[in-house]
């Protein structure tokens, strides 16, 4: 059953990438079958009760954040800005919020940190080729990020879930 979940999610996440490269718009369906999968495949190595908790934990972690990067913009803009019109597609949104159950809450912020300086990193060197970008794939750089790491925990037998397996790759 793990091996079908990991490869069901893999294949979801491909399907992501693709389509937010090519056209800057995923479909709706794959968010909850991408949390389903995961959430599934989760309480593969942890109890259902304990993955709702990391869950619910790492669901906070990214309202309020989302909160704060609402009130950075009304003060940059001295006025309501509706960030999903301008800055932040619902895609991106989803997207990090299907891939929640894949990790720990400490692991949750981890990877949501990196992926977002890899896709920094990414928009700079696209910008160095003199191109410019009107939207950036958000979703599609945090599922290639995604891959990597569930590849990892798959295979290297990182444990994804739990806070003290990771620690000692950031020692």
């Known amino acids: 059953m793990q091996t079908l979940l990991f490869f069901a999610i893999v294949f979801v996440l491909i399907a992501v990438t693709v389509e937010d490269f090519r056209s800057r718009l995923v479909h709706a369906f794959w968010f909850p079958a991408l949390f389903?999968?995961?959430?599934?495949?989760?309480?593969?190595f942890e109890s259902s009760a304990q993955v709702i908790e990391q869950v619910l934990i790492s669901f906070s972690f990214l309202i309020i954040q989302g909160f704060l990067l609402i009130i950075y913009f009304i003060i940059k803009h001295k006025r309501w800005i509706n960030i999903t019109q301008s800055y932040l597609g619902w895609g991106d949104i989803l997207f990090i919020i299907a891939s929640i159950p894949l990790f720990s809450s400490f692991v949750f912020v981890l990877f949501y940190l990196c992926s977002l300086l890899l896709t920094i990193l990414w928009v700079v060197l696209y910008r160095l080729t003199g191109k410019q970008m009107v939207l950036i794939p958000l979703a599609g750089i945090q599922s290639i990020c995604l891959l990597g790491a569930i590849f990892y925990h798959q295979y290297m037998q990182l444990i994804l879930f739990n806070d003290y397996t990771c620690l000692p790759l950031m020692l």
């Open 36 to 44: 389903l999968l995961a959430f599934g495949y989760a309480i593969q």
